[in-house]
C-alpha cells in the first residue's frame, strides 16, 4: 500500500515535458491561433470540434451566403492517424440544413453533368450521394505523412518565408479552392434541380457581372421556342422555310446501304426448317397472330455473287430483286397525295441466282393464329386475305421510293425508325409462294418498350426516352408521307434495339389511305387507352363506319397517351382495366377527362422543361383530330429539349 502511495505521488511530481504528447493533444493547444485563422480569412462562421476515438479534428465553415436562398458549407477533416486531409463542400438552406436532391430523375441529370464538369476539374470532383441526394464537392485526399512535422507545428498560424509548409497555408489554399469552386457553379446547380428559376438569372447577370459566376448563355432558347411552338404554331403545317430552318431535325443517320429497304426479300437454305416448330421459342401471342423466334439459314435475294460477309454485305444487290418479286404490283405507281410511290422493274439475271452466301441468324416469325387454326380444320376462306398478306401489303408500300411532284427523292424506302422485315422468296414445286402467310423480321435485343423500362427502370434518364420518343416521332412521319395510318401504337408495339434505337412494328391493324378513300384496311383491334377517340366505331357491329374520320392525327393521339405515361409515369386519363367499357363511351362521347398536376410533374426533371413536354403531350389528346400538333412539330419540341438538356447538363 505504501508503495502505491509513493508512485501515485511521484506521478504527480512529473513535470509536462516528462509526458509522451501526441501530434493530437499538440494541435489541440493551438486552437485559439486555428479560429484566429478562419477569422483573418472572414469566415466568420465556423465551427471546430475533435474527436479523441478516432483522432480527428473538424473544422466546418460557412463559405458564403448567397441571399436569404442558401449557402455553401466547407468541412475540412485532419486525420491525425492517416496523417491526411480531406475537404468537402456542400449546398445548404439558410438554417444549415444540406440540400438534398431525392427526385431520382434529377439525381441522374445531375450525375450526368457532374461526369462531363469533372473532367475540367484537377483539384476534386462534385458528386451526389444516391442515399441521400446530397450534393458535395469532394477536394483531393492531401496526403502529408513526409512533411506532418512542418505541418503541424507550435505555430500553425505563421506563414512567412520560414514557414511556408504550415497547416495555415495548407488550410487557406483548400477553403479559397472550395469557396471558388462551389461560387462558380453554385446558381446554375440549384437551377438544375429546381431550387431556382430561370427569371431570376438575367438579375444575376447583371449583380455578378465583377465576379466569376457560372450563368450559361442564352440556356433559355431552347425553352422559349419549345413554348413558342406549343402555343402558337404546334397546329398549323409547316412551311418550306421552317422545314429548312429545322432541317437538321429530319434528317437521318447516315444508311450504310442504300438497297436496304423495310421489306428485304430472302431465300432460306432449307425451307423445310421454317414450319417444323423444331428450336422455336414462343415469344408472344396476341388475339390475332402468333409470333416466334428461331435460328434460320437465308440469304438475301441478290443479283451479285460475290463472296461477302454477313448481312450488311450481302444485302447489297437486293433493290432490284425486290420489286421483281411483287409479281402483282409490278410496273404499277401509287399516288400519295402529291407523293408518289413508284415500284421498280427487275429483270433477274439466271447466272448469278445460281451463287448463295446463306448466314444463320435469329429471326422471328410471325403468323395468323385464325388462319393457322383454319388450316388446320380445312375451312380456309380463300377470298379473305389474311392479316399478314394485308400487313405485308402495307409494308411493301413503304418500301417504295417516294417522290414529289418535282420527281425529287423523299424517302427511299428506308426508315431506322421502323423494325426490318422479310417476305420469303421461295416457290413450292406447283412454281406458288411457299410462305406467303408467313412474316419475318429481325429479332430485337431489348424487346417491346415495356421490357425496356421494366429491365432499365433504375438508370434510365429523361435524355433515353425523349430520344426513343424522338424516334417513334419519326416513324409516324414517315407513314404519314405514305398515307398509312399504323392505328394500334402502343408500348408493345415499339422494339429497342442496341444503343437505344427504338423501331415501329406490327402494322396488322394498319390503313392506307389515299384522301378518304381506303385502299387497304387491315384489322379493327383497337387498343384502349392509345386508341383515338374517332377509331372507335359509334356502332359495335360495324368497323367500317369511322374509316373517313381515321387519318395520321390519330396516331397522333396515340402517341400523345404513349408520351405522357412514358414520361410521367402514368396515364393522363384516368380509367380502370377492368372496365374498359366505360372509357371507350367516354372516348366515344368525348366526354374523357384530362388529369395532370404539375408538382408531380415537376419531380421528373427541369420543371420548365417538363411543363412543355407535358402541355405538348396533353394538345396530342385534343377531342378534335384537326386541333392535334403536326408531327413535324412534335419532333422538332422533342429534339430541341434533348439540345436543351445537352447544354445544361
Same mark, same amino acid.
Given at each position: 500500500?505504501?508503495?502505491?502511495?509513493?508512485?501515485?505521488?511521484?506521478?504527480?511530481?512529473?513535470?509536462?515535458?516528462?509526458?509522451?504528447?501526441?501530434?493530437?493533444?499538440?494541435?489541440?493547444?493551438?486552437?485559439?491561433?486555428?479560429?484566429?485563422?478562419?477569422?483573418?480569412?472572414?469566415?466568420?462562421?465556423?465551427?471546430?470540434?475533435?474527436?479523441?476515438?478516432?483522432?480527428?479534428?473538424?473544422?466546418?465553415?460557412?463559405?458564403?451566403?448567397?441571399?436569404?436562398?442558401?449557402?455553401?458549407?466547407?468541412?475540412?477533416?485532419?486525420?491525425?492517424?492517416?496523417?491526411?486531409?480531406?475537404?468537402?463542400?456542400?449546398?445548404?438552406?439558410?438554417?444549415?440544413?444540406?440540400?438534398?436532391?431525392?427526385?431520382?430523375?434529377?439525381?441522374?441529370?445531375?450525375?450526368?453533368?457532374?461526369?462531363?464538369?469533372?473532367?475540367?476539374?484537377?483539384?476534386?470532383?462534385?458528386?451526389?450521394?444516391?442515399?441521400?441526394?446530397?450534393?458535395?464537392?469532394?477536394?483531393?485526399?492531401?496526403?502529408?505523412?513526409?512533411?506532418?512535422?512542418?505541418?503541424?507545428?507550435?505555430?500553425?498560424?505563421? &506563414?512567412?518565408?520560414?514557414n511556408q509548409g504550415s497547416l495555415s497555408s495548407l488550410l487557406k489554399v483548400l477553403h479559397f479552392t472550395s469557396h471558388y469552386a462551389i461560387g462558380y457553379h453554385i446558381y446554375r446547380l440549384m437551377h438544375l434541380i429546381n431550387k431556382l428559376s430561370y427569371k431570376v438569372f438575367p438579375f444575376l447577370e447583371q449583380k455578378l457581372q465583377d465576379q466569376y459566376r457560372k450563368?450559361?448563355?442564352?440556356?433559355?432558347?431552347?425553352?422559349?421556342?419549345?413554348?413558342?411552338?406549343?402555343?402558337?404554331?404546334?397546329?398549323?403545317?409547316?412551311?418550306?422555310?421552317?422545314?429548312?430552318?429545322?432541317?437538321?431535325?429530319?434528317?437521318?443517320?447516315?444508311?450504310?446501304?442504300?438497297?436496304?429497304?423495310?421489306?428485304?426479300?430472302?431465300?432460306?437454305?432449307?425451307?423445310?426448317?421454317?414450319?417444323?416448330?423444331?428450336?422455336?421459342?414462343?415469344?408472344?401471342?396476341?388475339?390475332?397472330?402468333?409470333?416466334?423466334?428461331?435460328?434460320l439459314a437465308f440469304t438475301l435475294a441478290s443479283n451479285s455473287g460475290a463472296g461477302k460477309s454477313e448481312l450488311e454485305d450481302i444485302s447489297a444487290q437486293t433493290k432490284g430483286n425486290q420489286a421483281s418479286n411483287i409479281k402483282e404490283n409490278n410496273q404499277t405507281k401509287v399516288e400519295v397525295e402529291e407523293h408518289s410511290v413508284r415500284q421498280i422493274q427487275y429483270v433477274?439475271?439466271?447466272?448469278?441466282?445460281?451463287?448463295?452466301?446463306?448466314?444463320?441468324?435469329?429471326?422471328?416469325?410471325?403468323?395468323?393464329?385464325?388462319?393457322?387454326?383454319?388450316?388446320?380444320?380445312?375451312?380456309?376462306?380463300?377470298?379473305?386475305?389474311?392479316?399478314?398478306?394485308?400487313?405485308?401489303?402495307?409494308?411493301?408500300?413503304?418500301?417504295?421510293?417516294?417522290?414529289?411532284?418535282?420527281?425529287?427523292?423523299?424517302f427511299n424506302g428506308y426508315c431506322p425508325y421502323i423494325a426490318q422485315f422479310y417476305k420469303a422468296d421461295t416457290i413450292d414445286k406447283n412454281n406458288m409462294p411457299l410462305f406467303n402467310e408467313h412474316l419475318f423480321m429481325e429479332f430485337y435485343q431489348h424487346t417491346s418498350l415495356d421490357n425496356f423500362r421494366s429491365k432499365f427502370q433504375t438508370t434510365q434518364s429523361l435524355?433515353?426516352?425523349?430520344?426513343?420518343?424522338?424516334?417513334?416521332?419519326?416513324?409516324?412521319?414517315?407513314?404519314?408521307?405514305?398515307?398509312?395510318?399504323?392505328?394500334?401504337?402502343?408500348?408493345?408495339?415499339?422494339?429497342?434495339?442496341?444503343?437505344?434505337?427504338?423501331?415501329?412494328?406490327?402494322?396488322?391493324?394498319?390503313?392506307?389511305?389515299?384522301?378518304?378513300?381506303?385502299?387497304?384496311?387491315?384489322?379493327?383491334?383497337?387498343?384502349?387507352?392509345?386508341?383515338?377517340?374517332? &377509331?372507335?366505331?359509334?356502332?359495335?357491329?360495324?368497323?367500317?363506319?369511322?374509316?373517313?374520320?381515321?387519318?395520321?392525327?390519330?396516331?397522333?393521339?396515340?402517341?400523345?397517351?404513349?408520351?405522357?405515361?412514358?414520361?410521367?409515369?402514368?396515364?393522363?386519363?384516368?380509367?380502370?382495366?377492368?372496365?374498359?367499357?366505360?372509357?371507350?363511351?367516354?372516348?366515344?362521347?368525348?366526354?374523357?377527362?384530362?388529369?395532370?398536376?404539375?408538382?408531380?410533374?415537376?419531380?421528373?426533371?427541369?420543371?420548365?422543361?417538363?411543363?412543355?413536354?407535358?402541355?405538348?403531350?396533353?394538345?396530342?389528346?385534343?377531342?378534335?383530330?384537326?386541333?392535334?400538333?403536326?408531327?413535324?412539330?412534335?419532333?422538332?419540341?422533342?429534339?430541341?429539349?434533348?439540345?436543351?438538356?445537352?447544354?445544361?447538363?
Amino acid at each position: 500500500m505504501q508503495k502505491e502511495d509513493d508512485m501515485e505521488l511521484e506521478f504527480k511530481l512529473m513535470e509536462l515535458n516528462d509526458v509522451e504528447e501526441t501530434e493530437f493533444d499538440k494541435f489541440m493547444l493551438n486552437r485559439p491561433l486555428i479560429e484566429k485563422h478562419f477569422e483573418e480569412l472572414n469566415f466568420k462562421h465556423f465551427d471546430i470540434t475533435q474527436n479523441e476515438e478516432t483522432k480527428q479534428w473538424q473544422l466546418t465553415i460557412t463559405l458564403e451566403q448567397f441571399s436569404n436562398k442558401f449557402l455553401a458549407l466547407c468541412t475540412t477533416t485532419i486525420n491525425f492517424l492517416r496523417k491526411r486531409i480531406d475537404c468537402k463542400s456542400f449546398i445548404a438552406k439558410p438554417d444549415g440544413q444540406l440540400i438534398q436532391v431525392k427526385e431520382k430523375y434529377l439525381q441522374r441529370l445531375l450525375a450526368r453533368y457532374f461526369c462531363r464538369i469533372n473532367n475540367s476539374l484537377r483539384f476534386g470532383c462534385f458528386c451526389i450521394e444516391n442515399e441521400t441526394g446530397q450534393i458535395q464537392l469532394k477536394l483531393n485526399s492531401v496526403m502529408i505523412s513526409e512533411h506532418w512535422t512542418e505541418l503541424i507545428c507550435l505555430h500553425p498560424m505563421q &506563414s512567412d518565408g520560414q514557414n511556408q509548409g504550415s497547416l495555415s497555408s495548407l488550410l487557406k489554399v483548400l477553403h479559397f479552392t472550395s469557396h471558388y469552386a462551389i461560387g462558380y457553379h453554385i446558381y446554375r446547380l440549384m437551377h438544375l434541380i429546381n431550387k431556382l428559376s430561370y427569371k431570376v438569372f438575367p438579375f444575376l447577370e447583371q449583380k455578378l457581372q465583377d465576379q466569376y459566376r457560372k450563368i450559361p448563355p442564352q440556356f433559355d432558347i431552347y425553352l422559349q421556342r419549345i413554348n413558342e411552338i406549343i402555343q402558337n404554331k404546334c397546329t398549323t403545317p409547316i412551311t418550306e422555310d421552317e422545314t429548312r430552318q429545322f432541317q437538321q431535325h429530319f434528317n437521318y443517320p447516315k444508311q450504310t446501304n442504300s438497297s436496304f429497304k423495310i421489306m428485304n426479300f430472302i431465300k432460306f437454305s432449307n425451307p423445310d426448317q421454317v414450319d417444323n416448330g423444331d428450336g422455336y421459342e414462343l415469344i408472344g401471342e396476341g388475339g390475332f397472330s402468333i409470333v416466334k423466334k428461331g435460328q434460320l439459314a437465308f440469304t438475301l435475294a441478290s443479283n451479285s455473287g460475290a463472296g461477302k460477309s454477313e448481312l450488311e454485305d450481302i444485302s447489297a444487290q437486293t433493290k432490284g430483286n425486290q420489286a421483281s418479286n411483287i409479281k402483282e404490283n409490278n410496273q404499277t405507281k401509287v399516288e400519295v397525295e402529291e407523293h408518289s410511290v413508284r415500284q421498280i422493274q427487275y429483270v433477274p439475271n439466271k447466272e448469278q441466282e445460281d451463287v448463295q452466301a446463306f448466314i444463320k441468324r435469329t429471326i422471328v416469325i410471325k403468323k395468323d393464329k385464325d388462319r393457322e387454326k383454319d388450316k388446320q380444320n380445312e375451312k380456309a376462306d380463300k377470298k379473305q386475305p389474311s392479316r399478314i398478306i394485308l400487313e405485308k401489303k402495307i409494308l411493301d408500300i413503304l418500301s417504295q421510293p417516294l417522290y414529289d411532284n418535282q420527281r425529287r427523292l423523299i424517302f427511299n424506302g428506308y426508315c431506322p425508325y421502323i423494325a426490318q422485315f422479310y417476305k420469303a422468296d421461295t416457290i413450292d414445286k406447283n412454281n406458288m409462294p411457299l410462305f406467303n402467310e408467313h412474316l419475318f423480321m429481325e429479332f430485337y435485343q431489348h424487346t417491346s418498350l415495356d421490357n425496356f423500362r421494366s429491365k432499365f427502370q433504375t438508370t434510365q434518364s429523361l435524355n433515353t426516352r425523349l430520344y426513343i420518343l424522338f424516334q417513334i416521332a419519326h416513324a409516324l412521319r414517315y407513314l404519314s408521307y405514305y398515307g398509312v395510318i399504323h392505328n394500334d401504337l402502343k408500348p408493345g408495339n415499339i422494339l429497342i434495339a442496341k444503343h437505344y434505337n427504338a423501331k415501329l412494328t406490327d402494322f396488322g391493324e394498319a390503313m392506307y389511305k389515299k384522301g378518304d378513300q381506303v385502299i387497304i384496311q387491315g384489322g379493327d383491334g383497337r387498343t384502349l387507352p392509345f386508341a383515338a377517340p374517332e &377509331s372507335l366505331s359509334e356502332e359495335s357491329n360495324n368497323s367500317q363506319v369511322n374509316q373517313p374520320k381515321i387519318d395520321h392525327k390519330s396516331d397522333i393521339f396515340s402517341f400523345g397517351i404513349l408520351m405522357y405515361e412514358f414520361l410521367f409515369e402514368q396515364y393522363p386519363i384516368d380509367f380502370k382495366k377492368s372496365n374498359l367499357a366505360n372509357l371507350q363511351e367516354r372516348y366515344k362521347n368525348k366526354t374523357y377527362q384530362i388529369r395532370s398536376n404539375i408538382d408531380f410533374i415537376k419531380t421528373f426533371g427541369p420543371k420548365h422543361l417538363m411543363k412543355c413536354l407535358r402541355n405538348l403531350a396533353i394538345k396530342c389528346l385534343h377531342h378534335e383530330p384537326q386541333n392535334r400538333p403536326n408531327i413535324e412539330w412534335i419532333i422538332i419540341c422533342l429534339k430541341e429539349g434533348l439540345m436543351y438538356l445537352e447544354k445544361m447538363y
